[in-house]
């Protein structure tokens, strides 16, 4: 059994994809840490994430994913309220940034975890005072309180690097780990880091 311990419809949208079948269980951990940098603080999170649904269900293969924005040094995640949102559209609005997704895929009751963590770039266009204000509050449950895959969203101009990393999950990342945990590919009919 595999599952995917994120109640994120994107997540879930994106997992289909593999043609891997799986259940939804959502970790319900705290995201809190004391961890300030990008990096260490998604695979963390990634980790407890994944640990947690794994030890409640031990013959699972168990996926657990954070991710976070960082804009001149400053950590982003889910916005607190729509006053929130608007101060976090303004600082990235005409700016690069960087999103970060920790990865982790937990086995064994959670006693093995694999993880690794993914970073892309991306150029937010500059809007106007009425135009941000307008947006905020949108994306009440997205890092950075914007949404890359919304059609029609007018905030980012630019993504370099994977485009699923900055929705919440990147494929190829899931894919090595799983290869490296040795799950038959027949299994989930992908080869790692490739899509069908």
């Known amino acids: 059994m595999f599952i995917l311990a994120s109640a994120s419809p994107q997540r879930r949208r994106l997992l289909k994809r593999l043609g891997l079948p799986f259940r939804v269980v959502p970790s319900r951990v705290s995201e809190k840490s004391p961890e300030t940098e990008p990096r260490r603080l998604v695979l963390e999170l990634a980790r407890r994430k994944a640990r947690s649904v794994a030890r409640r269900h031990p013959r699972a293969l168990v ?67 009425a135009r941000l204000k307008l947006l905020a509050g949108r994306h009440m449950d997205k890092d950075g309180a914007y949404a890359v895959q919304d059609r029609g969203d007018p905030f980012i101009e630019r993504v370099v690097g994977e485009q699923d990393n900055v929705v919440g999950l990147p494929l190829a990342a899931v894919g090595r780990l799983l290869k490296r945990l040795r799950l038959p590919q027949r299994s989930c009919g992908w080869a790692a880091g490739r899509k069908k």
Do not use: F, H, N
């Not at 982003?76 to 997704?101: A, F, H, I």
């Open 63 to 129: 996926l657990g994913a954070d991710t976070i924005v960082v804009c001149r040094g400053r950590i982003l995640q889910k916005p607190r309220s729509p006053k929130d949102s608007e101060r976090m559209l303004r600082l990235l609005s005409g700016r690069w940034q960087r999103v970060y997704t920790g990865v982790a895929v937990a086995a064994e009751g959670g006693r093995r975890v694999l993880a690794e963590a993914v970073v892309s770039r991306v150029l937010a266009r500059r809007l106007s005072e």
